[in-house]
Structures are given as C-alpha cells and as structure tokens.
C-alpha cells in the first residue's frame, strides 16, 4: 500500500543551491518522517515531524507539513556535493500501528 | 555508536535453496522490521515484530517467514528461494511507541539464480 509520494522523482541542481522535495500522503498520521539513502546502502533518519507541528528544522534542513493539504516539503539550503543521495518521506498509520509506509523517493544529484 | 547489523552485504543463491538474512540490533529496540526494495516499487515491508516471538505480516509477506528468538535478532527466511525474491532486504530497528525514527542496517543484495 502506498502512503506516501515524492516528487520530483529526479532532482539535479549546482552545489550551493537550495532543493526542495515534496511528499503527499493519503490517510491520517501521526508524524512524517524523512530519510537519506546513499547509493547501494541503508536509509539514514533525517528528521520527524509530528502531525501537530507545522515546521522543523534541523541544520541545513527545513521540513515543513500541511495536514491539511495531506503534504509535506523537505527544503535541503546551500546544497553541498555529499547531498547527493535518495531521498525518502515515510508516515505512519494513525490508528496506532508503528510501522512505517515509505513513498519511492526522490532522486537529488548535486552538481559542482 | 549504535547500529544495526545485517550479517552480508551481497549474496548469491540458487532457486529452491532456503535462505537466512539475519538482523541484529545493539539499541534494545523493541521493534524489528525487514523490508525490501526494488526499482520503481520503493520499500515495501514484509515482516516486523513487536516483541520476543511476535511477529505480524506486512505488505508482501507470501514467501517469507520471520523468527525472532531473542530481542536483538530477526531473521527473515526465504523457504525456497526464487528469482523473483532477487532485491536489496533491509532491516530496521525502532522504540516502541510513536514519533520514533528507524535506523537502518546497510542492507543485504541478494540474487537468486
């Protein structure tokens, strides 16, 4: 079952410049949480943001979330060349369930 | 640093052969989960666990089987390997409760032949 969905799928920008990647979801949540994954590896855990808040940020990372509009953007500033990764947006099931629905990612390429 | 261990990093099976990815996790995560992952699909889950000998099916659970005998090991088993099996499996570890992120393993690359 998919939950979540990025877009762009693919995303290719100069190094210093801002991305942003989008995430729409279907069904009620209780947070959103974004991942990194480096080509052939695991995901790592960016940032959570719970479905009461509406902005996070943590360095160079800005997520935000309208519950509203079932939408989420992650806004990556002054981008740098070890950026370049996938990158995943993820929710959870509102009625109590822990596990976690990924979407396909995003792809951002990092030019220099 | 905590971590998640998946125990290979490439494997080669052939068809019909039972196979064993092992996960163990050194954060006393109650929460264990094995995933995989494939072009175009995304990750999708196939197992996890809240507790010592409890598991639940996840989205694509036909063809595989869970253990999990202690709190840091989950097993995912492939009863008899087939082509269509061929992914990248990953495991990941979790608290129980919410607003909790995963952390992930590297990942285990298998191909069935």
């Known amino acids: 079952s998919q939950q979540g969905e990025e877009d762009p799928q693919a995303l290719s920008i100069q190094e210093g410049e801002n991305a942003t990647m989008n995430c729409s979801y279907k069904?009620?949540?209780?947070?959103l949480q974004w991942y990194r994954q480096n080509s052939g590896r695991g995901l790592v855990h960016l940032i959570l943001?719970?479905?009461?808040?509406r902005e996070k940020h943590s360095g160079r990372l800005r997520v935000t979330l309208d519950t509203s509009k079932k939408s989420s953007s992650l806004l990556i500033t002054a981008s740098r060349a070890a950026d370049t990764a996938s990158y995943f947006c993820?929710?959870?099931?509102?009625?109590?369930?822990?596990?976690?629905?990924f979407g396909q990612g995003t792809r951002l390429t990092i030019n220099p | 640093d905590v971590k998640v261990t998946q125990s290979s990093r490439y494997l080669v099976k052939r068809t019909g052969e039972k196979v064993f990815l092992e996960c163990v996790q050194d954060?006393?995560?109650?929460?264990m989960f094995w995933y995989r992952q494939d072009p175009g699909l995304g990750l999708r889950l196939i197992y996890f666990?809240?507790?010592?000998?409890?598991?639940e099916k996840g989205d694509i659970p036909e063809g595989y089987s869970v253990s999990r005998e202690k709190k840091e090991r989950f097993s995912l088993i492939l009863e008899s390997a087939s082509t269509n099996q061929t992914s990248m499996y990953l495991c990941?570890?979790?608290?129980?409760?919410?607003?909790?992120?995963?952390?992930f393993g590297s990942g285990t690359r298998l191909t069935v032949v």
């Open positions: 990941a570890s979790s608290l129980w409760g919410l607003n909790y992120g995963y952390t």
């Open positions: 069904t009620s949540i209780n947070n």
């Open positions: 943001i719970r479905s009461n808040e």
């Open positions: 993820a929710t959870d099931v509102r009625q109590g369930a822990q596990k976690l629905v």
């Open positions: 954060m006393d995560h109650e929460n």
């Open positions: 666990s809240y507790d010592v000998k409890m598991k």
